[in-house]
């Protein structure tokens, strides 16, 4: 199938096509107008290269069970599944259009944000991927590109679940694949161990933090373990505090079992409890 064309209709006239967004290694992502509610959504499907794989079918059952799956996520830093349909043989996910930027872009080109607003940030997004947990999936590809922005008090979104996959029954998700990016992810995801699981995200999360406060990019695991250890963010900023200093570390340990196993577990070494149930307030308030 070829790239969708900006006013083609989809869904017996639903929607319409307005704009490519973009894609990656496995999915692609529409702007797309609900013509019934006149609203813009995203629509996300296999892009091109995963459609004449031999293996599409199984790909493509993969992609319609996670997003059913993340259909029960209902979170506020979660991107919200409207609907899945079908288009001729492709299944397609309508979601959320978020209002915004990206982590990325925001960093790229405002620079390290201040401890607070960090804080706020990475607790909204750890109460999500606790969610995600929960429905015993995990996201694998946690980096500033897949969390926006939005301009409505610059709440952070969880986005771009296409590489997310179920664990098994004790918990440890499965997989023969590796993906995200190589600053962001884990050394179990980087040598394709076939063990997965929260403590994945943990790693993730904590790098996607190290970024935010320092605005630099952490080595990639695989180099950690042959050569060079993580330099501390504290020493690329010296207005990190300790505590926070000491927790990205632990969120980075190279081993999985090293790290904290639980999301909720990282966030307590990070964010002091009765400082928790506050730190969402923050974010309005600090620049």
Known sequence: MKRWQDGQQLHDGKYIIEEYLGGGGFGETY???????????????????????????????????????????????????????????????????????????????????????ALSMIQQLGDALTCVHKQNLTHRDVKPENIMLRKRGMEAVLIDFGLARQANSSGKLMTNSVTGTAFFAPIELAEKRPQLGAYTDVYSLAATLYNMLTGQKPIPSPGRKIIDPLIAPKLYNDRISDRVNAAIMKGMELEPQNRPQSVQEWLDLLIPKPVAAETTRVISAVG
């Open 31 to 117: 702007r797309a107008q609900n013509r019934q509610e006149g609203k813009s959504v995203a629509i996300k499907t296999l892009n091109t290269f995963q459609q004449f794989q031999p293996d599409f079918a199984k790909t493509q059952g993969k992609f319609v069970n996670e997003a059913l799956s993340l259909a029960k996520c209902r979170h506020p830093h979660i991107v919200e599944v409207y609907e899945m349909f079908q288009e001729g043989d492709l299944w397609c996910m309508a979601m959320e259009l978020i209002d915004g930027i990206d982590l990325y872009t925001q960093i790229k080109e405002n620079g390290r944000l201040s401890e607070p607003k």
